[in-house]
T-cell receptor, first 113, second 117 residues
Framework: KAGVTQTPRYLIKTRGQQVTLSCSPI?????VSWYQQTPGQGLQFLFE???????NKGNFPGRFSGRQFSNSRSEMNVSTLELGDSALYLC????????????FGNGTRLTVT | AQTVTQSQPEMSVQEAETVTLSCTYD???????LFWYKQPPSRQMILVIR??????QNATENRFSVNFQKAAKSFSLKISDSQLGDTAMYFC??????????????FGTGTRLTIIP
């Protein structure tokens, strides 16, 4: 069974631009979560989607948004990029219930210049 | 709000030895899960072991075991017979139980473990 796939693996953008990151969960997984990882702030929760609905949201500004499609694939979008948005963005998928562990992808490394 | 603290930023140990990574957490929740994740240079976060707070028995997965002290809010990871492939960042994480699916994971700052040949 294929793992969680995140594309692209690397991305370089300039301040003010917007970016869209993609995540394909493991087949059968309906919950998708996003995390931001930076050296300064560590790993922080962005949001979680289930059945195309956002169920949980972390403490990030409205520039960070996401969505989930009917096939459970998810995208996250960051608008008006700032230098501080440079980070590794990790996507994780799981089955429905909280007893199911999260399976992470390899992440997208975003660099904002 | 929950907090997770890992007080050892870096550790190193000789191959085949045993090493213990520390983690403490703070929560007012009574029903929760604790995890250890490993992140090698490939960047993928890999689940090492999981503990349900309601279970008194410590979880074990092959060479990996935990010492879960609920009253002390301590959750340490012991790696026995350490191998070169164990070299990675290790993150302790907390998740509140919910009947509505996955809550967020709250991570510690990580411990960089190096296994020396």
């Amino acid at each position: 069974k294929a793992g969680v796939t995140q594309t692209p693996r690397y991305l370089i953008k300039t301040r003010g631009q917007q970016v869209t990151l993609s995540c394909s969960p493991i087949s059968g997984h309906r919950s998708v979560s996003w995390y931001q990882q930076t050296p300064g702030q560590g790993l922080q929760f962005l949001f979680e989607y289930f059945s195309e609905t956002q169920r949980n949201k972390g403490n990030f500004p409205g520039r960070f948004s996401g969505r989930q499609f009917s096939n459970s694939r998810s995208e996250m979008n960051v608008s008006t990029l700032e230098l501080g948005d440079s980070a590794l963005y990790l996507c994780a998928s799981s089955l429905v219930d909280s007893l199911s562990p999260l399976h992470f992808g390899n992440g997208t490394r975003l660099t904002v210049t | 709000a929950q907090t997770v603290t890992q007080s050892q930023p870096e550790m190193s140990v000789q191959e085949a030895e045993t090493v213990t990574l520390s983690c403490t957490y703070d929560t007012s929740e009574s029903n929760y899960y604790l995890f250890w994740y490993k992140q090698p240079p490939s960047r993928q976060m890999i689940l090492v072991i999981r503990q349900e707070a309601y279970k008194q028995q410590n979880a074990t997965e092959n060479r990996f075991s935990v010492n879960f002290q609920k009253a002390a809010k301590s959750f340490s990871l012991k790696i026995s017979d350490s191998q070169l492939g164990d070299t990675a960042m290790y993150f302790c994480a907390f998740m509140k139980h919910t009947n509505f699916g996955n809550e967020k994971l709250t991570f510690g700052t990580g411990t960089r473990l190096t296994i020396i040949p």
